[in-house]
């Protein structure tokens, strides 16, 4: 059973450009949450989508959006690229109906010079 | 307003020595409390998760303990490893019907541990 996948593993932008990040939670799980991981900070939460639909939002500006497909993979987009939104982007998959223990995955280094 | 704050800050020990990481919350309403492991570059890695009514729980040579009244955890590392060296988050979740959101998880900042030869 394979866990949370994260693509790509590493990523290098310039900016003003525009990335989209993948995951693929779980078998078994049905949301996906991603968070944006600063070095030296903890986790910032960014969106969850359930159902395809975004249901949580945590406080990120428009350029950060994202789309749940119907097998419950996940894409982060994020437009316009600023040098501050270098960071670890990771996922986290859950099972609604478990009290969200959530699972990560490796995550997505993103580097914007 | 919800947080989670963890200390220290960061921390190091040596080798074969115990340690304990602190976690202080005001997340309401509580649901369930999590400790993560998680090496530099990786995805975190959950330790143990305790929910309300559990005040102690452990996995291997870790134990985390939980006082709800107070709003505090630790987690204890019994003779540790180089291994170890890691960041350790402290996550706060509260549970909602997932028509309404699905659930709340905030984040600590985490305590960075060396462990030295």
């Known amino acids: 059973d394979a866990g949370v996948t994260q693509s790509p593993t590493h990523l290098i932008k310039t900016r003003g450009q525009q990335v989209t990040l993948r995951c693929s939670p779980k078998?078994?799980?049905?949301?996906v949450s991603w968070y944006q991981q600063a070095l030296g900070q903890g986790p910032q939460f960014i969106f969850q989508y359930y159902e395809e639909e975004e249901r949580q939002r945590g406080n990120f500006p428009d350029r950060f959006s994202g789309h749940q497909f119907p097998n419950y993979s996940s894409e982060l987009n994020v437009n316009a690229l600023l040098l501050g939104d270098s960071a670890l982007y990771l996922c986290?998959?859950?099972?609604?109906?478990?009290?969200?223990?959530?699972?990560f995955g490796p995550g997505t280094r993103l580097t914007v010079t | 307003k919800n947080q989670v704050e963890q200390s220290p800050q960061s921390l190091i020990i040596l080798e074969g020595k115990n340690c304990t990481l602190q976690c202080n919350y005001t997340v309401s309403p509580f649901s369930n409390l999590r400790w993560y492991k998680q090496d530099t570059g990786r995805g975190p890695v959950s330790l143990t998760i305790?929910?309300?009514?559990?005040n102690t729980k452990s996995n291997g040579r870790y134990t985390a303990t939980l006082d709800a009244d107070t709003k505090q955890s630790s987690l204890h590392i019994t003779a540790s490893q180089l291994s170890d060296s890691a960041s350790y988050i402290c996550v706060v979740s509260s549970v909602y019907p997932v028509y309404t959101g699905g659930f709340k998880t905030i984040f600590g900042a985490g305590t960075r541990l060396f462990v030295k030869a």
């Open positions: 078998s078994g799980h049905d949301t």
């Open positions: 305790m929910t309300f009514s559990e």
């Open positions: 986290a998959s859950s099972f609604s109906g478990r009290g969200g223990e959530q699972y």
